[in-house]
């Protein structure tokens, strides 16, 4: 027993080894806000005990999936090579068993944490999609979308009998016949063998995996995608717009913003924003158009419970900034060398100017989408009162991460800075509960009014420190040599990726 904890404990370091350093912080970062919301939840709900189990069991459970999907099994693929999984049948055969046990383990703490053990079948089968996703597998995508979807594809593709058993009880005895052998496949595809046919499918499987990693400092992330080819349109018409045309100049601050990517344009949320939306109005027609006593109430709860995740989306709305700054020094470096770019002070005000006011829109529409989805969904007025307070403290979380003194790479996310946003929410939470029953009112009120007197307090304190400090990005020699360094490193990037 104690050698086998020691080999499941020797591959966990190795397959997170081959992950960046600031990868692993952002997920360490992500599932710290997904434990921070489940105790603000907790607090401002007065949930009973059981609830209150529910609720941590799931929040638990879902940052251990990301750490899982994101972190272990791109690693372990890499681990497990053709080569590897002929030489070292012991690893493959850990691998496995890790694998199985935290399947086992995810299935049952999702379900349990739904509050509904009829939901079995179909969060397994989600468990099992989500690692082989992560792994490569160019098929699984298809396969959730249609499962996602499927209590409105039934109803709209089949005739009304049929769509009535697909969506019943019966799917789910289905479904339940069907996870064992799904999960047996699933397995042995994760983890082969070895053989000619894994040999032929690797190179394209790795370069699938690929595409979930963290980009480094040197590399600029290369998204793909229809949402993300949409969001390139936006993104060129806005270039060529704050570009200049004819006698109109091009504006110093919006070709900085441009100097940091697409990725941290404002037009690379319109993707997004439409995803939520069109979520909203899937769901909206699974809770009109589902059937069976099981499956409807496991959609009621999802539809309740998506929307306040929701938020998450609006606390990592500001992370591109300092991402992006650190990798596009090159960039910064040549764009302050133009003669409009100015001094330290100009430079630093400009760059200011144009982050907060577009974090703050960013702020704003996101926060209307998530309550158009509430609204969409027909929730209770009270939920539209819930996602506004979370919403706006979610938004306030944000802006900690905002302004900061990027010259001396201590701007942006950090994981103290993720420590004292929980640390400040919790505050927030718990006065807002305070306030509520001295007033005789909920806490959502004051959730919504509180976080931005907060927020405005603390970005005028980052605005001056900001302003006081040098040019948040490089230049002269230093910058240039930064740039040098930058295109080679991109060049070298480029080739690894022909190869």
Known sequence: MNAALQDYRIIWRAAASQREPGAVRTLYLTSGAVGACALILAVLDDLGGMQMLHLFVGAAMLALALAWTFLFVPGSIRMNSPINAWLLPRQRRRLMQMTTAYWLLATACLAFAMGAWSALPPV?????????????????VTLLVVGGNWPWLARVALPPAWGDVATGDAAIALLGALVVPAAVWGLRWLYPAGGDRYLERRADQIKRVSRLDFCNEDKQPVPEGIAWQGNLSFYRIALRCDAGTGRRSADPAAMLMHALGPTAHWSAWIGAIATILLVGGGARLALAWTHGTDVQALVAQMAAVGPGLLALTVAFSTAQYGQQLRRTRGEQALLRLTPLAGDAALLNRRLATRMLTQALVIWAVLTAAVLGV?????????????????????GQAAMMGLLGDYASDRGGW???????????????ALVAVGLGRLTGTTAWPWLVAIPPAVCWVQLRHDWRRMLGRAAGVPGGADGLINARASARARCRCRADGLR
Do not use: E
């Not at 950090?414 to 927030?428: D, E, I, P």
């Open 124 to 140: 397994a089968l989600g468990v099992l999609g989500l690692m082989l996703l992560s792994a490569g597998n160019k098929h699984v």
């Open 414 to 428: 950090s994981v103290m800075l993720g420590v004292r946003a929980g640390a400040y929410a919790l505050v927030q």
């Open 374 to 394: 509430t609204f969409i969904i027909g929730v209770a007025p009270d939920a539209l009162l819930r996602q506004l307070g979370l919403c706006c403290l979610a």
